[in-house]
């Protein structure tokens, strides 16, 4: 792929920016990515310590913390460099990560999944309780289009437009909130387990938060569950056990055309281009740069109390969280997002904004970067995001991007 650039930064603990060493970047510096090499990307995801890159040829490259299998390579060491994930006869068109387990989705709509089992996140039994082998999750009989990894739960939406959702993460959240009721299935199976309420809908797109599920349809509408702590399913409830329908009057009665979650926040653009975010904000997660005063200002007397920019709500003063446009961000052409940070390409710009401690905004710092900033003069051609760390395939640029202290 010549006259391109694989470059990250934020945590490196564990080599997940693929730098040859495991300490953590403040601006974007360029990967040790000789296996990438003349090789296009199509694109990229990280979990809680490591990162998957997906070729446009269906090859699949790894790095990073290792010692649940989540890379899939085999053996549960560390990988400080990219490295090739020998998948034979199948090509991989996408990725998804959880904190420390991976979920790979080829061409013919098969899912792969490796790493830690412990919750059953990797849909293949309680019998396994980590694999460094890529398992096929086998009880999925119908190809599959679009996959996401919770923190410890999966999402997958079947080429039938069914939603499936497996592994136990969202588990003890559901038991405090619909106690002395029982937990619905879906909620706690180790296997994939069809998720109810949405039988009259033609899903084609799931995200997740960290203890929350976010389905797209077809027709532009969005369907939420799971918890509500930050108020990021829009409701006052503290949980939903099933698929509740997003009002599109949030959006301004626009489609929504696709949907982006960290772990308690939600990021959405709608069919005109406008670009949505809500739920939890206290590290400026939500790219919000008005006051709280103002946002209230927004919305007319009677209506829906809109959560507060920390984030920080009370069982007894719960408030409704309501989506807000962030208008520099209006026409992204991609949008990632992390635990709580995020990044996005405008006008061919590289913007990050939210949490920042490890770096991972990119600005050379560790404060929390409250609203969309462009990252240097970067030209990204592809953009991810791990927990706590940013990736960005770019086009190379006259000035050159530091190169790690390893290269």
Same mark, same amino acid.
């Given at each position: 792929?010549?006259?391109?650039?694989?470059?990250?930064?934020?945590?490196?603990?564990?080599?997940?920016?693929?730098?040859?060493?495991?300490?953590?970047?403040?601006?974007?510096?360029?990967?040790?990515?000789?296996?990438?090499?003349?090789?296009?990307?199509?694109?990229?995801? &990280?979990?809680?310590?490591?990162?998957?890159?997906?070729?446009?040829?269906?090859?699949?490259?790894?790095?990073?913390?290792?010692?649940?299998?989540? #890379?899939?390579?085999?053996? +549960?060491?560390?990988?400080? +460099?990219?490295?090739?994930?020998?998948?034979?006869?199948?090509?991989?068109?996408?990725?998804?990560?959880?904190?420390?387990?991976?979920?790979?989705? +080829?061409?013919? &709509?098969?899912?792969?999944?490796?790493?830690?089992?412990?919750?059953?996140? #990797?849909?293949?039994?309680?019998?396994?309780?980590?694999?460094?082998? #890529?398992?096929?999750?086998?009880?999925?009989?119908?190809?599959?289009?679009?996959?996401?990894?919770?923190?410890?739960?999966?999402?997958?939406?079947?080429?039938?437009?069914?939603?499936?959702?497996?592994?136990?993460?969202?588990?003890?959240?559901?038991?405090?909130?619909?106690?002395?009721?029982?937990?619905?299935?879906? #909620?706690?199976?180790?296997?994939?387990?069809?998720?109810?309420?949405?039988?009259?809908?033609?899903?084609?797109?799931?995200?997740?938060?960290?203890?929350?599920?976010?389905?797209?349809?077809?027709?532009?509408?969005?369907?939420?569950?799971?918890?509500?702590?930050?108020?990021?399913?829009?409701?006052?409830?503290?949980?939903?056990?099933?698929?509740?329908?997003?009002?599109?009057?949030?959006?301004?009665?626009?489609?929504?055309?696709?949907?982006?979650?960290?772990?308690?926040?939600?990021?959405?653009?709608?069919?005109?281009?406008?670009?949505?975010?809500?739920?939890?904000?206290?590290?400026?997660?939500?790219?919000?740069?008005?006051?709280?005063?103002?946002?209230?200002?927004?919305?007319?007397?009677?209506?829906?109390?809109?959560?507060?920019?920390?984030?920080?709500?009370?069982?007894?003063?719960?408030?409704?969280?309501?989506?807000?446009?962030?208008?520099?961000?209006?026409?992204?052409?991609?949008?990632?997002?992390?635990?709580?940070?995020?990044?996005?390409?405008? &006008?061919?710009?590289?913007?990050?904004?939210?949490?920042?401690?490890?770096?991972?905004?990119?600005?050379?710092?560790?404060?929390?970067?409250?609203?969309?900033?462009?990252?240097?003069?970067?030209?990204?051609?592809?953009?991810?995001?791990?927990?706590?760390?940013?990736?960005?395939?770019?086009?190379?640029?006259?000035?050159?991007?530091?190169?790690?202290?390893?290269?």
């Amino acid at each position: 792929m010549r006259g391109w650039c694989c470059c990250g930064q934020g945590a490196n603990s564990y080599g997940q920016l693929g730098q040859g060493h495991a300490e953590d970047q403040c601006v974007p510096r360029l990967c040790d990515s000789a296996e990438l090499q003349n090789t296009a990307v199509r694109s990229l995801s &990280g979990g809680g310590g490591h990162s998957v890159a997906i070729a446009e040829s269906g090859e699949v490259f790894v790095c990073g913390q290792n010692h649940r299998g989540q #890379l899939g390579l085999g053996h +549960t060491a560390d990988v400080l +460099t990219l490295q090739l994930c020998s998948i034979l006869n199948q090509r991989v068109t996408n990725v998804a990560c959880g904190w420390d387990f991976t979920l790979l989705l +080829t061409d013919s &709509g098969k899912l792969l999944a490796c790493g830690s089992n412990a919750f059953g996140q #990797l849909g293949v039994g309680p019998a396994v309780t980590h694999s460094a082998a #890529l398992l096929g999750v086998e009880s999925l009989k119908e190809p599959i289009v679009s996959v996401a990894a919770g923190l410890r739960h999966s999402l997958a939406v079947g080429d039938s437009g069914c939603v499936y959702q497996w592994g136990t993460g969202l588990f003890s959240h559901a038991k405090r909130a619909l106690s002395p009721h029982p937990v619905p299935p879906h #909620l706690c199976s180790k296997l994939p387990c069809l998720v109810p309420g949405l039988d009259q809908q033609k899903s084609h797109l799931v995200t997740a938060g960290s203890a929350h599920c976010v389905c797209l349809t077809g027709q532009g509408e969005l369907f939420l569950w799971g918890s509500n702590k930050h108020g990021q399913l829009t409701v006052s409830e503290p949980f939903l056990s099933s698929p509740t329908i997003l009002r599109p009057s949030l959006l301004s009665g626009e489609k929504v055309v696709s949907v982006w979650s960290g772990w308690t926040h939600i990021v959405a653009q709608t069919e005109s281009g406008r670009v949505f975010t809500w739920g939890r904000g206290d590290y400026g997660q939500l790219g919000l740069q008005a006051s709280a005063s103002q946002l209230r200002e927004q919305h007319s007397a009677g209506a829906l109390l809109d959560c507060p920019l920390d984030g920080k709500m009370t069982a007894q003063t719960r408030e409704v969280c309501l989506p807000f446009e962030v208008k520099v961000l209006h026409g992204a052409t991609q949008i990632a997002c992390g635990s709580e940070h995020n990044l996005a390409v405008v &006008g061919g710009c590289l913007f990050s904004w939210g949490w920042n401690e490890h770096g991972m905004c990119g600005d050379g710092s560790h404060s929390d970067v409250s609203h969309p900033q462009v990252v240097s003069d970067l030209r990204p051609v592809v953009i991810g995001c791990g927990a706590g760390h940013s990736m960005a395939v770019c086009a190379a640029t006259t000035e050159p991007i530091q190169k790690s202290d390893s290269t």
